[in-house]
Nanobody, 126 residues
Framework: QVQLVESGGGSVRAGGSLRLSCAAS????????MAWFRQAPGKKREGVAT???????KYSDSVKGRFTIFRDNAKYTLDLQMDNLKPEDTATYYC????????????????????WGQGTPVTVSG
């Protein structure tokens, strides 16, 4: 059973930065697609980025160029560096994992992931 624990959320002013961390446990040495999703109040959960064990990363258009994923397979961690934050980035951010390659549709379909963390809130004030 995979367990995911996020940390690092908080409040920041627009233009600022935050770094989220996801610590995973219960992994076998197999291929897992890991991802960050977010859910703003009153909105559906949306994909932020996916990370292949082998290094391939896919970002949503809304965060491309501002957010960066750092994955450490040896430590089973997935960090999300968020720069130039905007008020519309305000959401609860979730780490997710699935024992599979990151298929192209994974960023758009949260139901592709069966392991989730509890979420960490991020608030960006204007």
């Amino acid at each position: 059973q995979v367990q995911l624990v996020e940390s690092g959320g908080g409040s920041v002013r627009a233009g600022g930065s935050l770094r989220l961390s996801c610590a995973a446990s219960g992994f076998l040495d197999s291929n897992y697609c890991m991802a960050w999703f977010r859910q703003a109040p009153g909105k559906k959960r949306e994909g932020v980025a996916t990370s292949e064990r082998g290094g391939e990363i896919k970002y949503s258009d809304s965060v491309k160029g501002r957010f960066t994923i750092f994955r450490d397979n040896a430590k089973y961690t997935l960090d999300l560096q968020m720069d130039n934050l905007k008020p519309e980035d305000t959401a609860t951010y979730y780490c997710a994992a699935e024992r599979a390659s990151c298929y192209s549709w994974y960023l758009e379909e949260e139901q592709s992931f069966h392991s989730w963390g509890q979420g960490t809130p991020v608030t960006v004030s204007g």
